[in-house]
C-alpha cells in the first residue's frame, strides 16, 4: 500500500467488523457500512455476501470466497459478475455426492444419513440438493435427513 501512496489512517480507513459466529449480525454489519459510505467491503462467504447485496448494493464488493456464485444468486455468471460483486468461487459441490458414494461404500449398510447445516446458509442447502440427487441413485434404500 505504501507504494502506492496509501498510509494507514492517513489516505486509507479500514473499518473492521466481526459477526462473532452470529450469522444474524451480517445484515445490521452491512446496514453499518452502508451508513458510513464506506467504498469497498470485503467479505467471506455466500450469506454475508448476500446480506451487503441486499444492504448496500451500491457499494462495491469482493468476497474471498463462495459457493457456487452463480446458483446463490451473487453475480450474473463466473466470467461477467455485474453488479457491485466479484471475487473467488468454491465450486465443490459435486463432492457432497462423492462423499455420500463413499460411505456407502465404507458403510455398505447405510440407510439414513444425517447432516447437520445452517437452513438458512445457501451452501449446505445447495449441497443437500446433490446429496438428496446421489441418494437416488441407490433406489431409495438412502435417506437423506437434516
Same mark, same amino acid.
Given at each position: 500500500?505504501?507504494? &502506492?501512496?496509501?498510509?494507514?489512517?492517513q489516505?486509507? &480507513?479500514?473499518? #473492521?467488523?466481526?459477526?462473532?459466529?452470529?450469522?444474524?449480525? #451480517?445484515?445490521?454489519?452491512?446496514?453499518?457500512?452502508?451508513? &458510513?459510505?464506506?467504498?469497498?467491503?470485503v467479505?467471506?462467504?455466500?450469506?454475508? %455476501?448476500?446480506?451487503?447485496?441486499?444492504?448496500?448494493?451500491?457499494?462495491?464488493?469482493?468476497?474471498?470466497?463462495?459457493?457456487?456464485?452463480?446458483a446463490?444468486?451473487? %453475480? =450474473?455468471?463466473?466470467?461477467?459478475?455485474?453488479?457491485?460483486?466479484?471475487?473467488? =468461487? #468454491? *465450486?465443490?459441490?459435486?463432492?457432497?455426492?462423492?462423499?455420500?458414494?463413499? =460411505?456407502?461404500?465404507?458403510?455398505? @449398510? *447405510?440407510?439414513? *444419513? @444425517?447432516?447437520? !447445516?445452517?437452513?438458512?446458509?445457501?451452501?449446505?442447502?445447495?449441497? &443437500?440438493?446433490?446429496?438428496?440427487?446421489?441418494?437416488?441413485?441407490?433406489?431409495? !434404500?438412502?435417506?437423506?435427513v437434516?
Open positions: 500500500m505504501r507504494e &502506492l501512496g496509501w498510509s494507514e489512517n489516505t486509507i &480507513l479500514f473499518e #473492521y467488523r466481526w459477526a462473532e459466529g452470529w450469522s444474524e449480525r #451480517y445484515s445490521e454489519i452491512a446496514a453499518e457500512f452502508a451508513k &458510513l459510505r464506506v467504498d469497498l467491503i467479505t467471506a462467504g455466500a450469506a454475508p %455476501v448476500l446480506a451487503v447485496k441486499q444492504a448496500a448494493p451500491e457499494i462495491t464488493l469482493v468476497f474471498a470466497i463462495a459457493t457456487d456464485p452463480v446463490t444468486g451473487i %453475480v =450474473s455468471s463466473l466470467a461477467h459478475p455485474g453488479g457491485n460483486a466479484t471475487g473467488l =468461487s #468454491y *465450486l465443490g459441490r459435486d463432492l457432497a455426492g462423492k462423499r455420500v458414494e463413499l =460411505s456407502r461404500e465404507v458403510l455398505p @449398510g *447405510l440407510s439414513r *444419513l @444425517g447432516i447437520m !447445516a445452517n437452513r438458512l446458509a445457501p451452501r449446505p442447502m445447495l449441497e &443437500l440438493q446433490d446429496v438428496q440427487s446421489v441418494s437416488r441413485v441407490f433406489s431409495g !434404500a438412502f435417506d437423506p437434516i
